[in-house]
């Protein structure tokens, strides 16, 4: 099965943006005022970001964080997500609006995956996608999925992500992977990257 | 890379609770779709495929009580059941556990009734399977919008290539809410009524809820045909998170794909079992991928109008609608096909056919987000 590295990764919490290692932003940990600056910070005209809900934001802000890492992006860089609560919070947005008037715009977002179109269109990714509810995160499965697309060429470049938004309470870790013929990154070096305090 | 083979299966719909009472449906040319004038899910007219929750209920009953277990829980429940019943022989200490939905229990939101609110959690519809039955690895569960269904087969035969299992049981479902009525009422895509996919005068959706069971495994039936998964791709249109691309992109990426895992050109492809949702854009989109894939005048059809769309099941559904048809040399037609309604040629079943040889069969959906999947479907094994 084909190895891979760990390239960049970036991990989101308790109004923090940490990336590879180094907090490179925080504020309030206050869910909405996070949002709006963290999206501030990253200093970038993207006016469809105000239309996202809030997990599609999250994801938004962490692949745009390790993606301008990058020299070039590839079409085929695969997303591989992952979280517990799927569209949870968006879910209770809708089904409140059903009380006076269906949203559609509202609607559109009660899917996990809708936020893999979103990064796809950021980037130009016309590339595999998978979505997994876990509850909790599971290195492993990112992983092993990853490596398969790999193996079988249909990724050069994986996305992987924990993305979890439960109610207020947003939890995230995201990192980009590739073939390595080196050395191997371990289920054991990504948990303890998910598992550190970062002040 | 190891291939995945096609086994026991099991559709749970309108149209019977057992495989064979489908395909019969299927044959001759019966819809499961009804209409409503007013429903639980809307105030206006729709039409849907519905499962009768009483006679749901009392085949249940014959394995669990009915009143611990949602409608969909049941549903996906006497699925996964019949394929257990009969191969007895199967442990379920090492067989995989990956599951299809959209929405799971959202209805739950609007009234949780006797549920705990966990209920609402797609990864605690896995654990419920995985408890019942009493399964010894952990489930995986897929919500990937509509191409869910085929997707857990993509992410079966992995799992199986990653030395996690050598057999699972891939179970998809969703049921029929308000939520997700008024949602797809809200985007004024659905259809009041059958639907009429790829057709001059379709004009929308109907929806319907389902579930679906099959065995898969890295290995062939001995001495008989057997259908194997012999190539998968998925790609995102990176065009609009709502509506599909117009050329076509992430489709035709994923068919080119999937030809090339498989290893054929587009003609060895003698039918495609569509998405065919009967949305003005998904059919248009849907007929520029398969002419782009040189696949305008090869057999297709869509079976939305039998089912409605129901979403996390429908790919997994229309995937053990191929097997059969594989193995029986048979097409199901499209039903209320009339005049062709999409800027490129393609060739609509409208006619049962059971003499028709098919060594490989395309499955394509797409769904929200931009998603895209296609299949290839292989008949392995006859005359040697």
Redesign the interface.
Known sequence: ?ANLSIDHWVRIKDGKIIADGEVIFASEADIASFLKAAFKFLNIKYPKFHKMDRLSKLGFIASETVMKEEAEIS?DTA?VFSN???S?AS??N??ES?KNF???SL??Y?????????I??R?????????????EF?AK?LI??S???I??A?ANKVLCAWLNLHNVEYDVFLWLSSESHKKEITEEQIRKIYDADYD | ?KNLYLHEDCIISPLGCTTSENLEHLRSGTTGLQKFNKSEFLDTPICAGVVNSEVLAEAFSAIGDPKAFTKLEQMMLLAVHQILIKNPDLNRMETGLIVST???N?HL??DLCVFKKER?????L??IIKDFFGFGL?P??????CISGG?ALA?AK??I????FNKAVVVGGDMLS??IV??????QALSETACKPFSKDRNGINLGEAAAAMLVSDTPKKDSVTISLAGD??????????GPSRTG??LF?SIQ?SLK?AGISSEAIKAVATHGTATLYNDEMEAIAITRSDLGATPLHSVKAYYGHTLGASALIESILCKHMMLNNEIYPSLHFNKLGVSKEINVVTAYQNSINLDYVLKTAS?????NLAMVFKKEGQNG
């Open positions: 099965m079409e997303l517990n609560s799927s949870l879910d209770q809708y089904q059903i269906p949203s559609p609607f559109v009660t899917l996990p995956n809708i936020v893999l179109g979103e796809s269109i980037f130009g990714l016309k590339s595999e996608n998978v979505f997994f509810i876990e509850d599971n499965l092993d999925y490596a398969q697309l193996e079988s249909k | 890379m959209t929405k799971g959202v939101l609007e609402l959690l797609l990864s605690n896995g654990e952990k995986i569960v897929v919500s990937n919008a997707l992410v992995k799992m290539n990653a030395g996690k308000k939520f008024t949602g797809f009422n809200s985007f791709a998925s790609a995102n249109d990176a065009n609009h998170i709502s992109e992430g990426k794909n895992e769904g929200f987000g931009g998603c």
